[in-house]
């Protein structure tokens, strides 16, 4: 068995350390002389190099020499004197709840429009996904407040005024950003009844759309609107306007105002 190293190690070489001792070599390795009775004992080569190499015993008495070794009962009296620190408690909110430091927004990541998950389907799988946000820049700045100017979403006008939408790195939906911004786009057809009928309109606007959709919040079938633009044509201008279209006044309320909503319900 090697002095220093206490092991056995497979090795061919290994120089005894007692000359008159007896020495027996199986596999390399140095067993005891039973025989005998005399105890094998030597050294490897390569323990007996790294134990006396001279390169660390001077930076060993170099660093004894710096910080010499204190005694045992001054490390004790030292200790004693010595409060121990309390160690910081974790909680256990904070060991098994996701860290927040990965995230480096500081408000919550949603669409600045609808604030909500907008699923699709994939074109190619076919399979429904969540749809990516799209970080908000200076080129959709001017025609998103554009759009929310000209209907009036007091929410997303509250968000673009209260924060730099760009700097704190606001996301929406290209479906709901295309879905807001759709009317700016789009060409109304121009007809020539619009002209014909433009004084009578502008008093419905006023009336019907003003007084009792805008102010009253409320929601009323299409053919309420069409039956009192053809009273109110009657009444100003004195023309039979029954073979007006509701498609036509429809059209003509969206430019007039983007705001209001056109639905068609579903029937089950």
Known sequence: MCVHGQTRIFHPFLTALLPNSRIVFKGGVCYQDHEHGESCIGYHRECY????????LNKTEERLAKNPPKDDNSTDDDNDDVEPVCKKRTLRSNVAGPSSSGRPHILRVSCIICHADHWIRDKVTCKRRREPLTRYGTIDAGKLRKAA????????????????LVASEARYHPSCFRNATRFLTRKLPKETTDIL?????????????????????????MTKPIAQFIKTVKEVQGIDASSYRSYNLKKRLQGSYPQLQFLRPTYM
């Open 49 to 56: 190099q790294r134990f006396t190499d001279v390169n660390k």
């Open 149 to 164: 100017e000209l209907t009036c979403n007091e929410s997303l006008l509250l968000q673009m005024r209260a924060r730099d």
């Open 197 to 221: 009928y433009a004084e009578s309109y502008e008093k419905f606007c006023h009336n019907v759309i003003d007084e009792q959709i805008l102010k009253q919040q409320g929601a009323i079938r």
